[in-house]
């Protein structure tokens, strides 16, 4: 429930962005209110139920005001006040997500056994773009238990090109199953 019910701030966020023209603005000031509200000492105090919810929103606010903005402050008492502050983190993904679907812009990761240099990092996001036609935003991440290759994901397609799945295919040819 948590998904769908940050999915929907995510997209109500966005649509008012959209209509200011400052999604790239929002952006920022999603991860402001996201860095400071979830700080735990901060945290335990915004979501304690024995601390009335009016207490708890102005003291978000005055964390917020001078870091966020008054639209950061109004945001910060809307998630505080239907006890959403865990859910920041799904809102700040969701949001990218409409952000990046909206610019034409599509995510990948790509996880490898060792950290990527970085002019490979490069290489393969030119690469990505140039076939897929858009800007490619790509995260990178460390698995040890793929042994080497890679393990490509954009969207809903994998790539597999792991040399942990390539011995497992192996295995399974030679066992004759």
């Given at each position: 429930m948590a998904g769908a019910a940050a999915?929907?701030?995510a997209r109500a966020i966005f649509e008012?962005?959209?209509?200011?023209?400052?999604?790239?603005?929002?952006?920022?000031?999603l991860v402001t209110v996201r860095d400071v509200l979830s700080r735990p000492d901060v945290r335990a105090v915004l979501t304690n139920?024995?601390?009335?919810?009016?207490?708890?929103q102005d003291a978000a606010a005055?964390?917020?005001?001078?870091?966020?903005?008054p639209e950061g402050v109004n945001l910060a008492r809307l998630v505080v006040g239907a006890n959403r502050v865990r859910d920041l983190d799904t809102i700040i993904e969701e949001y990218g997500r409409l952000a990046d679907e909206a610019a034409g812009r599509v995510r990948a990761t790509a996880t490898t056994a060792v950290p990527l240099d970085p002019?490979?990092?490069?290489?393969?996001?030119?690469?990505?773009?140039?076939k897929l036609?858009?800007?490619?935003?790509l995260e990178s991440r460390v698995d040890p238990a793929i042994v080497g290759g890679l393990v490509l994901r954009i969207g809903d397609r994998v790539i597999d090109a792991s040399v942990a799945t390539r011995l497992q295919q192996l295995r399974r040819q030679l066992a004759g199953v």
């Open positions: 999915k929907r701030y008012l962005a959209g209509e200011q023209g400052q999604v790239e603005e929002w952006a920022r000031r139920p024995s601390i009335a919810v009016q207490r708890r005055a964390l917020l005001e001078q870091r966020a903005g002019a490979v990092t490069d290489e393969l996001v030119s690469s990505l773009s140039r036609g858009r800007e490619v935003r």
